[in-house]
C-alpha cells in the first residue's frame, strides 16, 4: 500500500470512530496478526461472537474458514454477511450452472433472474447501544486508531480525497444531485474537467466499505423511478455498482485470478521483461504527455479517472511497450485509493485483452484518444507544468513541433 | 499375475493327459479365472493404451511411458508422434515454459520420420529462432505435410543471419517434398527459397501464409502461383500483389481460390508508394474463384488510401486498423458490393451517417461491423439497423461511438436495434473502472 492509501484508511478509521462515539460507543484497533489477536482477547474480554464481511478474495477467505475454527476451538460464534456486494455472489454463480458469467450482457441476464438486491439495513442509532456496556476509558487510548507516525509514513496526505463514511455520504448526497441529467436522458460526454479530481466520485468509498453499494443502488432506483421516460433498465445508472458486481463475481469463483500462470480465464500471453520501460511507465517518463500527465495525477492524488485508467493499461499491456498486465496492476494496487483485488486484476486483463473477449480489441492510440477528450490540453498542463505553455496543436505530440 | 501364470503352467501339463476338449474348457477356466483376479494392466492391448494416450497431454503421456515396458512401447509408437507443437522460450525473458531440450533430442533421433504436422511457437529472442533452425536443419527424413512458423512476441526469425534461416527451411522443402500447409509470416524467406519449394512441393502445396516477408519480390510469389496449382489459401502483403498473380491464380489449371489475405501496411506516413492493380484482374479472378474470401487488413495513414477504392474490388472482409477518413468509407460503400465484414478502428469525429446507409444499401452480403472510435448518430445507425435486418449476425459497437439526437436516446437506441435485429442487443461497453 502506498502512502496515500494508508492515509485515507487511517481518515476512514477516524470517521468511524467520531462516529461510533457520538452514538456512545468506541472503536477499538487492535493490531496484530489475526489468530493472535483473537486467541489473546477472547477470554480477556469475554467475547461471544466475531462478526465479518463474507469475503471473496482468497486470502481473506481462508482466513474466515481459520475463524471459524478458532470459533469452534475457543467457544466463539462466527457471523458473516454479505457486505461488500449487492448480491451474494454465490447465488449468481449457481444461476449460472456453477461458473461465473464472462460477459456483461450474460451477467446482466443472470442478475434480472435475481430481481433487486436486499435493501440496505437502517441505520445505527443511540438506542442500538443501550444496552451495551461501554469499554473503559484506558482501552479507547491503548487501541486507538493509529497515526501517520506510528506506520512511518509522511504526515500529511496531499491527494484532495479524504476518507471516511461522512465525507461519503456527502459525496453521495452531491452525485445524486447531480445526476439532473437523469432526466433528460443525455449521456455525459466526457469533458475535461471529468479528469480532475472528481467530487463526486465513490469509487474508494466503496472499496474500503466507507459506503454501502446497496445503499447507492436503491437511492439510484428511487431517483430513475422518478424520471419521466421508463424505456431502458437501469443499468447505465448503476453501471458502476454493476460492473463491480461483475468482477467480484468472476474473482469469487476463479483460481489464481491475480496471475496469468495457472488463470484459467486468462490468455497466456508473451508479455516483454523489461525493467526500464516499466519505471517509465510507472513514474510518469514515456515521453508521452497524455501518458505522463495521467500517471502523475495518481501519483500525486491516487485517483484517475475510468477512461485515463484504460488509456494508462493499454499503452503498457497490449497497445505499446508489451509487458505484463500484472506488473501494472501491482502499481495501481500501491497507488490508487479504490484499488480493489477483483476490480483491479479484471480490469487489467480486460484492457490488456487477455479475458473478457469482445468480438474486436479496442487499442487506444496515447495521441488520439486523449486529443479527444481534451483537445487544449488543459488537463496535461495542469499535470506537467514542463508543458504549461505549449501550444495545444503539439502539446500531445511534442516530437512533432519544430525546434 | 504370477498366480495366474502358474495356474496355467499347471494346467497345461495335465492336459496332456485330458482330451483336447477338456484340455480347451481348463483353458476357458484358466483365463475366467486369471479375469477374476486383480486385471492385469501391463497386459491392456497396446491399440487400446494407444487410443487412451491420444487423450492425455504430452507430460502426462510420458509420465505414463515411465510405467513399464509396454506403455513405453506405445509411448514412441508412431502415432503419437505424428503433431509436434516446439515451444522454444528463452527462461530468462519469458513467462512461457519451452519445450525440453531432453524431448526435442528425442524426438529429432526416435521421430523425425513419424513428424508430419510440425509448429514453432518461438518468443522475442534470437536464441529461440536460432534453436528452432537448429530443429529445422535435423529434419532431414521428415515428410511434412504441415509447417508453422509462429512468432508469439516480436518477430525473432527477422533477426537472424538471412542465410542461416534459408538453409535450414530448405531442408523441409527439399525433403518433405509432399508439403500442403506453410506458414511462414514474419520471417527472411526470399524467391530461391521459395523456388526449391515449389520444385520439391508444387503439387501438393495448398497453404501459404507468408505476410510481412520483406525479402521476397513479386516475381517470387508469381512463381509459386504460375506452379502451384493446387494452391487453395494465400496470405501476404500489398506489395508482392501484381497483375500477373491474380491472373495466374485464376488460370485454367488453377484450382478456384478459397480465401486470399492481403495486408497493406504503411510503417511511416508517406513512405511507401502504393501500386495499382487492374479492374480487370479483379474481375477475371473473382470470375475464376466466385466464393473465395479475399480480406484485406489495412495499417495506413489517413493520406495514403488515394489508390484505394477509386473501382469496384470483390473485398469481402475489409480491417481499418488505424483511422480511417469519411471519404474514404464513403468510396468503399460504392465499391465493395461483396463486403461482408467491416471492422473500422478509428475515424475523424464527424458522424459517419451517410456513409454508413450507403453502406446498408449497397452492400448486401454485410453481416458484421464492428466500430471503435467512430461517431454516428442514433438516428442513422437505427436506420443503418433497419436496412440490413437481420442479416447483421455481429454487430459490435463501443458505447461511445452512438450520439443520441432528437428521435433517440442512447436507452432508447437499444430497444430499437433489438427490435431490428430480432435479438437483445446491447453496444459493447468497456467495464467502468
Not at chain 1, 516483454?272 to 517509465?280: F, Q, S, T, V, W
Request: charged letters at 20%.
Amino acid at each position: 500500500l502506498g502512502a496515500l492509501r494508508w492515509h485515507f484508511l487511517l481518515q476512514s478509521l477516524e470517521d468511524l470512530q467520531k462516529n461510533l462515539c457520538q452514538l456512545g460507543s468506541c472503536l477499538l484497533v487492535i493490531q496484530g496478526e489475526y489468530e493472535r489477536v483473537l486467541r489473546d482477547h477472547i477470554q480477556k474480554w469475554n467475547i461471544t461472537q466475531v462478526t465479518l464481511d463474507a469475503e471473496m478474495e482468497p486470502f481473506y477467505k481462508e482466513m474466515e474458514a481459520n475463524i471459524r475454527r478458532l470459533g469452534e476451538e475457543l467457544g466463539f460464534e462466527v457471523l458473516s454477511l454479505v457486505g461488500h456486494s449487492l448480491y451474494d455472489t454465490k447465488r449468481i454463480l449457481d444461476l449460472n450452472g456453477g461458473t461465473p458469467p464472462l460477459t456483461y450482457k450474460r451477467f446482466l441476464h443472470i442478475l434480472s433472474l435475481l430481481g433487486d438486491p436486499e435493501v440496505p439495513v437502517r441505520n445505527l442509532t443511540a438506542e442500538d447501544f443501550q444496552r451495551c456496556r461501554p469499554p473503559d476509558p484506558g482501552l479507547a487510548e491503548c487501541y486507538r486508531v493509529p497515526l501517520p507516525v506510528d506506520l512511518e509514513i509522511p504526515l500529511e496526505s496531499l491527494s484532495p480525497w479524504r476518507g471516511g463514511e461522512t465525507e461519503g455520504l456527502q459525496r453521495l448526497e452531491q452525485h445524486l444531485t447531480d445526476q439532473g441529467w437523469v432526466t433528460s436522458f443525455t449521456k455525459p460526454r466526457t469533458i475535461p474537467n471529468s479528469l480532475l479530481p472528481s467530487t463526486t466520485g465513490l469509487s474508494p468509498y466503496f472499496s474500503t466499505g466507507c459506503l454501502s453499494v446497496r445503499t447507492f443502488f436503491y437511492r439510484l432506483s428511487n431517483i430513475y423511478a422518478q424520471a419521466k421516460h421508463h424505456s431502458l433498465p437501469p443499468v447505465s445508472l448503476q453501471g458502476q455498482l454493476l460492473w463491480r458486481e461483475f468482477f467480484y463475481t468472476v474473482a469469487s469463483a476463479t483460481p489464481n485470478f491475480t496471475k496469468m500462470a495457472g488463470n484459467p480465464i486468462c490468455l497466456q500471453i508473451n508479455w516483454y521483461e523489461d525493467a526500464e520501460r516499466l519505471h517509465k511507465w510507472k513514474t510518469a517518463q514515456t515521453g508521452f504527455p497524455w501518458i505522463d500527465a495521467i500517471m502523475t495525477q495518481l501519483r500525486q492524488e491516487g485517483w484517475i479517472h475510468h477512461l485515463a485508467r484504460h488509456a494508462v493499461a493499454c499503452f503498457l499491456t497490449r497497445g505499446d511497450l508489451w509487458i505484463s498486465w500484472e506488473e501494472g496492476m501491482k502499481v495501481f494496487e500501491e497507488l490508487l485509493l479504490d484499488a480493489d483485488y477483483s476490480i483491479n486484476a479484471g480490469n487489467w486483463m480486460w484492457l490488456s485483452a487477455s479475458a473478457f473477449f469482445h468480438q474486436y480489441t479496442r487499442i487506444f492510440c496515447p495521441v488520439r484518444f486523449g486529443k479527444r477528450t481534451d483537445p487544449e490540453g488543459q488537463y496535461i498542463r495542469k499535470y506537467l507544468p514542463v508543458l504549461k505553455n505549449f501550444p495545444s496543436k503539439y502539446i500531445y505530440e511534442p516530437w512533432t513541433a519544430s525546434e | 499375475m504370477k498366480r495366474g501364470r502358474k495356474t496355467n503352467d499347471a494346467n497345461s501339463s495335465s492336459s496332456e493327459e485330458t482330451t483336447e476338449k477338456e484340455s480347451k474348457r481348463h483353458k476357458v477356466l484358466d483365463k475366467q479365472t486369471i479375469a477374476v483376479q486383480s486385471p492385469d494392466w501391463a497386459n491392456l492391448l497396446q491399440d487400446i493404451i494407444l487410443q487412451v494416450f491420444q487423450y492425455l497431454p504430452l507430460l502426462d503421456r510420458a509420465h505414463a511411458s515411465q510405467v513399464c515396458r509396454s506403455w513405453n512401447q506405445v509411448f514412441h509408437m508412431p502415432d503419437l508422434w505424428r503433431c509436434f507443437e516446439f515451444e522454444l522460450n528463452q527462461p530468462a525473458t519469458s513467462y512461457l515454459r519451452a519445450t525440453h531440450p531432453e524431448l526435442i533430442k528425442q524426438i529429432i533421433k526416435r521421430h523425425s520420420n513419424h513428424l508430419q504436422y510440425v509448429s514453432f511457437k518461438v518468443d522475442s529472442s534470437k536464441e529461440s529462432a536460432e534453436a528452432a533452425c537448429d530443429i529445422l536443419s535435423q529434419l532431414v527424413n521428415c515428410s511434412l505435410k504441415t509447417l508453422g512458423l509462429i512468432s508469439t512476441a516480436r518477430p525473432s526469425f527477422m533477426d537472424l543471419p538471412k542465410s542461416h534461416f534459408i538453409s535450414a527451411l530448405t531442408v523441409v522443402f527439399v525433403n518433405s517434398k509432399s508439403l500442403s500447409s506453410l506458414k511462414i509470416d514474419d520471417t527472411p524467406v526470399d524467391d530461391p527459397s521459395l523456388k526449391v519449394l515449389v520444385a520439391n512441393n508444387s503439387d501438393t502445396l495448398k497453404l501459404l501464409k507468408m505476410s510481412s516477408c520483406p525479402h521476397v519480390s513479386p516475381a517470387g510469389i508469381l512463381c509459386v502461383a504460375d506452379q502451384c496449382h493446387g494452391l487453395r489459401e494465400l496470405a501476404l502483403n500489398y506489395h508482392l500483389l501484381s497483375d500477373e498473380l491474380l491472373l495466374a491464380l485464376s488460370s485454367e489449371k488453377h484450382v478456384r481460390l478459397e480465401h486470399l489475405r492481403i495486408d497493406v501496411v504503411s510503417e511511416n506516413p508517406g513512405q511507401t508508394q502504393f501500386h495499382t492493380i487492374q479492374k480487370s484482374s479483379w474481375d477475371a479472378f473473382i470470375k475464376h474463384s466466385p466464393k473465395v474470401n479475399l480480406v484485406m487488413y489495412f495499417f495506413l495513414y489517413e493520406e495514403e488510401f488515394d489508390p484505394f477504392f477509386r473501382y469496384e474490388i470483390p473485398v469481402t472482409h475489409l480491417y481499418f486498423g488505424r483511422s480511417v477518413s469519411k471519404d474514404v468509407l464513403g468510396r468503399v460503400g460504392m465499391t465493395c458490393p461483396r463486403l461482408v465484414e467491416l471492422v473500422v478502428c478509428a475515424n475523424g469525429l464527424r458522424p459517419l451517417d451517410e456513409e454508413l446507409i450507403r453502406i446498408a444499401e449497397r452492400c448486401k452480403y454485410l453481416s458484421a461491423v464492428g466500430l471503435g472510435e467512430c461517431e454516428v448518430s442514433c438516428s442513422a445507425f437505427v436506420e443503418f439497423v433497419k436496412m440490413c435486418g437481420g442479416r447483421l449476425s455481429q454487430l459490435s459497437i463501443m458505447e461511445e461511438v452512438l450520439i443520441p439526437d432528437q428521435k433517440y436516446s442512447l436507452e432508447q437506441i437499444h430497444w430499437e436495434v433489438s427490435k431490428h435485429l430480432g435479438r437483445v442487443w446491447f453496444p459493447d461497453m468497456m467495464p467502468t473502472w
